[in-house]
């Protein structure tokens, strides 16, 4: 089966604590792309990362990182020194590596209180 | 300027009616996606289009939906004959699996089915 499921439903942080965002997914493929989206308040969909499962290193973007572990099928986002714009719904996603098919986590809403 | 735009933002239908959603991306694209979001709730793939045919379709993707890229340029998501459950935002994406590697989003057509 195909699952992702981010079991963190809500968080709130002060303006410049870190945050971690756990994703942890079920899939029946050995090769396979994970995905982080944020949707602020506006409502808007933005892609954040893509990751193939083949490559396990660790991806950094300013104050955003993210941490795959292949081995406990996980995929956690990492949001350093919060910002308040930083508040949003944030979801992960699973699809082959066709990206025909996409699913997706639950989505876990962040809000950063100044 | 945003990569994908969307038309209409908003459409309100009566039940049983049919809906056209577009999708008209700024610049030539292969991959080509449809999502909806029910209110408060998870971001859900409907159907990924390539090459102008269907690649893959969720089970939401039943007989009442199509799509197509009717003149090369718009995608259309069309909705047979409405339900007070089609009542969704409607996203459309592309996926640039060529140099960016970045998936964008338009902004979304909130369909309200009374």
């Known amino acids: 089966a195909q699952k992702v499921t981010q079991a963190q439903t809500e968080i709130s942080v002060v303006e410049k604590e870190d945050v971690t965002l756990d994703c942890v997914y079920e899939?029946?493929?050995?090769?396979?792309?994970l995905f982080w989206y944020k949707q602020p308040p506006s409502g808007e969909l933005v892609f954040l990362i893509r990751?193939?499962?083949?490559?396990?290193q660790n991806e950094i973007s300013g104050r955003y990182s993210w941490n795959f572990q292949k081995s406990t099928s996980s995929f956690n986002f990492t949001i350093t020194a919060s910002q308040v714009v930083d508040s949003a719904v944030y979801f992960c996603?699973?699809?082959?590596?066709?990206?025909?098919?996409?699913?997706f986590g639950t989505g876990t809403s962040l809000t950063v209180i100044p | 300027e945003p990569e994908v735009t969307q038309t209409p933002s908003h459409q309100v239908t009566q039940m049983g009616q049919e809906v056209i959603l577009r999708c008209v991306p700024i610049?030539?694209?292969?991959?080509f996606y449809w999502y909806r979001q029910i209110l408060g709730q998870k971001v859900e793939f409907l159907v990924s289009?390539?090459?102008?045919?269907?690649?893959?379709k969720s089970e939401i993707f039943d007989d009442q939906f199509s799509v197509e890229r009717p003149d090369g340029s718009n995608f259309t998501l069309k909705i047979r004959s409405t339900k007070l459950e089609d009542s969704a935002m409607y996203f459309c994406?592309?996926?640039?699996?060529?140099?960016?590697?970045?998936?964008?989003f338009g902004p979304g057509t909130r369909l309200t089915v009374l």
């Open positions: 996603a699973l699809s082959d590596l066709t990206g025909n098919q996409f699913y």
């Open positions: 990751r193939n499962s083949f490559d396990e």
């Open positions: 289009f390539y090459n102008n045919e269907i690649s893959e």
């Open positions: 994406a592309i996926w640039d699996r060529g140099e960016t590697d970045t998936q964008y």
């Open positions: 899939t029946r493929d050995t090769t396979y792309y």
């Open positions: 610049s030539n694209h292969l991959y």
